[in-house]
């Protein structure tokens, strides 16, 4: 209904038709047609929420050096990493894991820290986990972010008590044992906590589970979870990787209308060549760039996919998918230990995030939720640290330029654009969204994935006109150019003016292998 809106739109517009005949004559004229009078759902802020698990140099180093650290922190929490996260205004943080979630039991991570258990982190490198960061930890942060807490229960090795207690330790206000036990550890208010999840990849490392079995334990599970006072948590059910519809149909068939879970959670990560072949972060040619983004632009079919098993059995779309972990996943840095994850971040992610960033935008109808893998110093990060040190990734910028469609609303866009073909294979050459804020401010966001050519492109902004147009922009010399603690500038964004607004027509020239956000104001 939408799309055909949109076309009689387009045809109906004078001014656009000899862009429509033209594209029928040339197939290389790059049109984004921007439908601003007629707005769509909201973007929920929270598809730009960020993953932070006891992994590596995540946590521990990343995030968390302890009040007696030299670094400045508060209350244990790096400033420099605080401020720039703060920037970015993330709007949830999932957290303990991962795989991580389902071997962690809350109760090692509460009281007196140095009476607190230390437990193997046995998925992450084997390392010694003195539970220093618990959940007083995490809730002080979040407070300091000022974002919502995403917690991820564990089904795998814990029990249904354990969890209920831990909701109930966290967001109730009645005199119970658990409660007096919070207040005993210096905690009087509860903590309101959005996100609960269910179970983390308990087809793998959380359980080994069928998708039957695991239905059948979360609906016992979530019968526990409570809600206290006025905290309505959203629960968030495990759901599949990839392409593996079969465990949505499953979950989704199981729930019917029941208020078992309020969403149900995706994962897929990008790869170069699968999981044997990864590749490095950092030196790669265009092969590897052009499989990155075509791994990237499968999140959409992806999404597609689950959510036309969604709508079958929630057609009122009451139901959130949650792609709590996204990423590219390349190999570990030279020297670093392979279960820490920690790889360097180039311009290549950039345009990977701003294809994943536009992918959830355009589907917001039922993309409630998203968390990019990870935070810091794992997979690709938003914010790399040594000692001291802080960098920002070109990730981070993505996600700098991008906050501007937090809770704003989709705006319809059609787009037509030429191809960017390697060695035979091809994808488009541009990826596009547009929203329009409560300001009344049209934001269009685009990348030009294709690392070789500029790309004219004419977008004819229809319903409303608008006085004045900024833009900002995120590119560099290489493919591969990324900061390090000695270059922490290399990659940033600068102001952007290569375009031309006239008669409701924007026309912007997009530099090779580019990331651009162009805000509309009236
Ligand atoms: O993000 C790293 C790991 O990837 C997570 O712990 C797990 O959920 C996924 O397989």
Not at 480 to 505: A, C, I, L, M, Q
Request: with cysteine; glycine share 8%.
């Amino acid at each position: 209904m939408k799309k055909l809106f949109l076309f009689i739109t387009v045809l109906m517009i004078p001014a656009l038709r000899p862009a429509v005949a033209q594209k029928e004559a040339d197939p290389v004229v790059n049109q984004l047609v921007v439908v601003a009078n007629n707005p769509g759902p909201v973007i929920c802020k929270d598809i730009y929420g960020h993953f932070s698990e006891h992994l590596g140099a995540c946590i521990y180093g990343g995030i968390w050096v302890g009040k007696g650290s030299d670094i400045p922190n508060t209350d244990g929490i790096r400033n420099d990493v605080l401020f720039a996260l703060r920037e970015l205004q993330i709007p949830n943080l999932r957290w303990p894991g991962g795989c991580f979630a389902d071997t962690y039991h809350w109760k090692d991570g509460i009281g007196p820290q140095h009476k607190r258990a230390s437990i193997v982190n046995t998925h992450w490198g084997g390392v010694t986990e003195d539970n220093s960061f618990g959940t007083h930890e995490f809730m002080r942060l979040t407070e300091l972010l000022g974002c919502e807490a995403y917690i991820n229960g564990n089904v795998g090795s814990g029990t249904v008590q354990e969890m209920a207690e831990w909701v109930e330790y966290l967001t109730s206000d009645s005199d119970s044992p658990m409660t007096r036990l919070r207040k005993e550890y210096g905690r009087e208010d509860p903590w309101k906590v959005r996100y609960f999840a269910i179970g983390n990849e308990n087809w793998g490392c959380g359980g080994n589970m069928t998708d039957e079995y695991y239905a059948s334990v979360m609906r016992r599970f979530s019968t526990y979870l409570n809600n206290y006072g006025e905290n309505m948590l959203y629960r968030v059910a495990c759901g599949p990787y990839d392409y593996n519809f079969a465990w949505t149909e499953t979950l989704m068939k199981d729930e019917a209308t029941r208020g078992r879970f309020q969403g149900l959670s995706i994962h897929y990560y990008s790869l170069v060549d699968g999981w044997n072949n990864k590749g490095s972060a950092t030196g790669f040619g265009e092969r590897e760039w052009f499989r990155t983004l075509s791994a990237n632009l499968q999140m959409d079919p992806i999404i597609k996919g689950h959510k036309a098993i969604m709508d079958r059995y929630d057609p009122l779309k009451i139901k959130g998918l949650v792609v709590d972990e996204w990423g590219n996943w390349f190999d570990v840095e030279p020297a670093t230990n392979p279960g820490f994850l920690y790889q360097q971040n180039t311009l290549r992610d950039a345009l990977s995030a701003a294809v994943h960033l536009n992918i959830f935008n355009v589907h917001a109808d039922r993309v409630k939720v998203a968390n990019l893998a990870q935070t810091v110093n794992v997979l690709q990060s938003v914010i790399l640290t040594r000692d001291d040190k802080m960098i920002l990734t070109p990730t981070y910028h993505v996600f700098r330029m991008f906050r501007v469609h937090q809770d704003a609303r989709l705006l319809s866009t059609d787009l037509r654009c030429e191809e960017y073909t390697f060695e035979g294979n091809s994808i488009p050459a541009i990826s596009a969204s547009a929203s329009a804020d409560i300001r009344g401010r049209v934001n269009i966001s685009l990348a030009n994935l294709n690392p070789g050519k500029e790309i004219s492109l004419a977008c004819p902004v229809i319903g409303e006109t608008f006085s004045s147009v900024t833009g900002e922009i995120l590119t560099s010399d290489a493919i591969n150019s990324h900061n390090t603690f000695s270059e922490p500038e290399k990659v940033k964004p600068e102001p952007f003016s290569d375009f031309r607004y006239k008669d409701g027509v924007l026309t912007v020239r997009l530099p090779s292998k580019s990331v651009v956000v162009l805000e509309l104001s009236k």
